[in-house]
Structure formats: C-alpha cells, structure tokens
C-alpha cells in the first residue's frame, strides 16, 4: 500500500489541471477492489483523507484474517478453518 501511494504521489505532483475529486478518484481506482470500495463508499474530500483511509482498511482487513499455520513436514499451510484429512491405516 505505501508503494502505490509513494507512486501516486510522484505522480500527482507532475499533474497540474486535474481537479482534486478527479485526483481522489483516479487514485482510489489503483487500489484493491475490497480497499477500493470501503474508501470510495467514505467519500473522502482530500488526497490525504484518501490514502489515510486506504492504509486504515487494509490494516483492518490484515487484522480479520484467520492465522494459518505452517506444517513444518510438507511445506503446506494448513488453515485451522478447514476440516483436516484423516490418514487412514490398511485396518
């Protein structure tokens, strides 16, 4: 996220004769489509308000996510969410 907001602020400072909505919704279209959303639905009213916006959501949604685990033997990773498959034995 700091990266597209890095790049769109390198960006935005070469820019001269787009208004600000325009500006605010450009930017809110390079974001993830569940970040893109939640912050076009806040109608923020500045670029800064935008991308304050836009790290706040993401930092929610990393904070929502269910833990997986990793399994050491395999490599895989295992979500405690999901039902776990039985070894079966030749009995």
Do not use: C, W
């Amino acid at each position: 996220m700091v990266e597209n907001i890095e790049d769109f602020q390198k960006l935005n400072i070469r820019v001269k004769d787009i208004p600000q909505d325009h500006r605010i919704d450009v930017f809110i279209g390079t974001l993830k489509d569940n970040i893109q959303h939640e912050d076009h639905i806040s109608e923020p009213d500045s670029l800064e308000k935008t991308f304050r916006l836009a790290r706040k959501i993401e930092r929610n949604i990393i904070a929502t996510r269910k833990p997986t685990t990793h399994n050491y033997k395999d490599g895989s990773l295992v979500d405690p969410g999901l039902p776990q498959p039985t070894r079966l034995t030749p009995q």
